[in-house]
């Protein structure tokens, strides 16, 4: 497998884009919940366009946003596994490639609760049933890169089947639920399927479940 951008060998393609996905590499002790994963500096973007595959016929949509890979993966997983339509969220200024420095600027996104801005437009979602939605554990919330999607689209989710994803440091997905039933006003969220963000490539059983 190659191994490009020193972020860790091909894990997977997504719309015939590369994955890589730092995290699952490190299965163990070394793997300290997730803590100084690096990314490319371009929300896992660097060497090609985001995922945008939109079809007429698919009744489900995956919607997702990753740093590092380990969501992109997983949504990789539920998108085959569903033969669902895929948007990447896409912001206007990605994380940092740095660790401490995207964790700075996460913590200062929540408490400003100012979340980043989106560089997307949404297409039309009516032929959707089911929204299969996929982020991560950030500064112990729902990543502030979702909570930016949902408070600009969340209501256009309201009469779908909300089914959320998301990868973690092994401390759960908090409060993460509450909020999308927030933003969104879906009476319909199943139970969210969580994965620690170094396991997601071991996780296929769970997508199947
Ligand atoms: C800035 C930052 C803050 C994080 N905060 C948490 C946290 O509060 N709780 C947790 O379980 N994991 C936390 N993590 C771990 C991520 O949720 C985990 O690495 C996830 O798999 C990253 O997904 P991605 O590879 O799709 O970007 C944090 C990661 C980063 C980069």
Do not use: C
């Not at 366009?49 to 995956?62: E, G, H, N």
């Not at 759960?172 to 009476?187: C, I, K, P």
């Amino acid at each position: 497998m190659k191994d490009k951008n020193n972020l860790g060998p091909v894990v997977g393609s997504i719309d015939g884009h590369d994955i890589q996905a730092n995290q699952l590499q490190r299965k163990g002790w070394s793997w300290g919940n997730g803590y100084n994963t690096p990314s490319d500096g371009a929300d896992t973007n660097a060497g090609q366009q985001p995922v945008r595959k939109l079809t007429k016929d698919a009744k489900s949509i995956v919607i997702f946003w990753s740093r590092s890979g380990s969501t992109k993966l997983l949504a990789s997983q539920i998108a085959k596994r569903t033969g669902s339509d895929i948007l990447e969220i896409v912001l206007d200024h990605p994380y940092p490639a740095n660790y401490q420095q995207t964790l700075h600027r996460a913590n200062r996104e929540r408490r400003t609760n100012q979340p980043p801005r989106l560089k997307m437009s949404l297409p039309d979602l009516s032929q959707y049933e089911t929204v299969y939605l996929g982020y991560q554990t950030l500064a112990m919330t729902l990543s502030q890169p979702m909570k930016a999607f949902l408070l600009a689209y969340g209501q256009q989710l309201r009469n779908k089947v909300i089914a959320p994803f998301l990868t973690e440091g092994d401390y759960g997905a908090g409060d993460s639920v509450d909020w999308l039933r927030e933003y969104t006003g879906a009476a319909q969220i199943q139970q969210p399927l969580v994965v620690d963000g170094n396991w997601v490539d071991e996780s296929v059983r769970n997508v199947d479940r």
